[in-house]
């Protein structure tokens, strides 16, 4: 890669409470970038977690030349930047693929070094996936590159709270998707088209999946069927939401997740028993 910005960088964003509290990161999607988690964040400020967020090269502002590693490896660069390690990784959208894509080499190829990084338990927003590679067809090609701007443009909606009127949001998404670029989509669909040949029996980790019941990005069906392919997992789908749960329904959200994290990954005598 050319010299530029930094690839990626982690943020605390909650410092937690006690000795030694467990670790969450979050990853944002394509497109996107840490904020999106600021209202998840402002329903956590009772939270004894210790919270970081993680900038990606696939944010908004996109680093150049980043799909010449995969998105599994920027995944790895974020996990390392937290000291010590995160307990919990919660993910969305695209961010969720990367982080299963990560899961899945860790899976086969492991060192003590990779045990480190292995979550204690996962948190999948929005995950794209298809259980057989049938599932993809043409069509579904045709869909996510031809609507990609609307898709888009649905994001900017939820993330400006409605404020930006329907014309200047679509223009906005034009730009995004030019700036997103060919190779950037290709990176997104090709991680898509391969998690059929996930090996999702080997992610041992408690999972919880939340999905968006009016998701026309990631649909609801991708959701449930993660869900039955994974070993200890389980779907949330939330009513009257679409593909930003941790903003539509930010409250509900924090409940879901602070709960799972809770009784899935509690901190025990010692620290990650990976570790």
Same mark, same amino acid.
């Given at each position: 890669?050319?010299?530029?910005?930094?690839?990626?960088s982690v943020r605390l964003?909650?410092?937690?409470?006690?000795?030694?509290?467990?670790?969450?990161?979050?990853?944002?999607?394509?497109?996107?970038?840490?904020?999106?988690?600021?209202?998840?964040?402002?329903?956590?400020?009772?939270?004894?977690?210790?919270?970081?967020?993680?900038?990606?090269?696939?944010?908004?502002?996109?680093?150049?030349?980043?799909?010449?590693?995969?998105?599994?490896?920027?995944?790895?660069?974020?996990?390392?930047?937290?000291?010590?390690?995160?307990?919990?990784?919660?993910?969305? $959208?695209?961010?969720?693929?990367?982080?299963?894509?990560?899961?899945?080499?860790?899976?086969?190829?492991?060192?003590?070094?990779?045990?480190?990084?292995?979550?204690?338990?996962?948190?999948?927003? $929005?995950?794209?996936?298809?259980?057989?590679?049938?599932?993809?067809?043409?069509?579904?090609?045709?869909?996510?590159?031809?609507?990609?701007?609307?898709?888009?443009?649905?994001g900017l909606r939820v993330?400006?709270?409605?404020?930006?009127?329907?014309?200047?949001?679509?223009?906005?998404?034009?730009?995004?998707?030019?700036?997103?670029?060919?190779?950037?989509?290709?990176?997104?669909?090709?991680?898509?088209?391969r998690t059929p040949a996930?090996?999702?029996?080997?992610?041992?980790?408690?999972?919880?999946?939340?999905?968006?019941?009016?998701?026309?990005?990631?649909?609801?069906?991708?959701?449930?069927?993660?869900?039955?392919?994974?070993?200890?997992?389980?779907?949330?789908?939330?009513?009257?939401?679409?593909?930003?749960?941790?903003?539509?329904?930010?409250?509900?959200?924090?409940?879901?997740?602070?709960?799972?994290?809770? $009784?899935?990954?509690?901190?025990?005598?010692?620290?990650?028993?990976?570790?």
């Amino acid at each position: 890669m050319s010299e530029g910005p930094e690839p990626v960088s982690v943020r605390l964003r909650r410092p937690g409470r006690g000795a030694d509290p467990l670790r969450v990161l979050l990853l944002h999607g394509l497109a996107g970038g840490a904020n999106v988690w600021d209202a998840h964040l402002e329903h956590t400020t009772g939270s004894p977690l210790e919270i970081w967020t993680a900038e990606l090269p696939w944010r908004a502002e996109e680093v150049p030349g980043w799909t010449g590693h995969s998105p599994a490896h920027w995944t790895e660069q974020a996990m390392r930047r937290v000291p010590g390690g995160p307990d919990v990784v919660m993910a969305h $959208s695209f961010g969720a693929n990367a982080l299963l894509a990560l899961l899945d080499a860790q899976s086969v190829l492991s060192t003590p070094e990779d045990d480190l990084l292995r979550p204690r338990a996962v948190v999948l927003v $929005s995950p794209f996936y298809r259980p057989r590679p049938e599932a993809f067809d043409w069509d579904a090609i045709a869909y996510y590159l031809n609507d990609f701007d609307r898709i888009l443009a649905d994001g900017l909606r939820v993330r400006s709270g409605g404020r930006l009127p329907a014309g200047l949001r679509q223009e906005m998404a034009r730009k995004v998707r030019d700036r997103i670029g060919p190779y950037g989509w290709v990176s997104f669909f090709d991680t898509y088209l391969r998690t059929p040949a996930l090996r999702t029996d080997r992610m041992t980790m408690p999972c919880l999946i939340i999905g968006g019941a009016e998701d026309f990005a990631s649909f609801p069906v991708d959701s449930e069927a993660l869900r039955s392919a994974l070993p200890y997992a389980k779907a949330e789908i939330l009513p009257d939401c679409g593909h930003f749960a941790m903003v539509e329904q930010a409250a509900e959200f924090a409940v879901l997740t602070e709960e799972f994290i809770q $009784s899935v990954a509690p901190r025990p005598l010692r620290s990650h028993p990976n570790r």
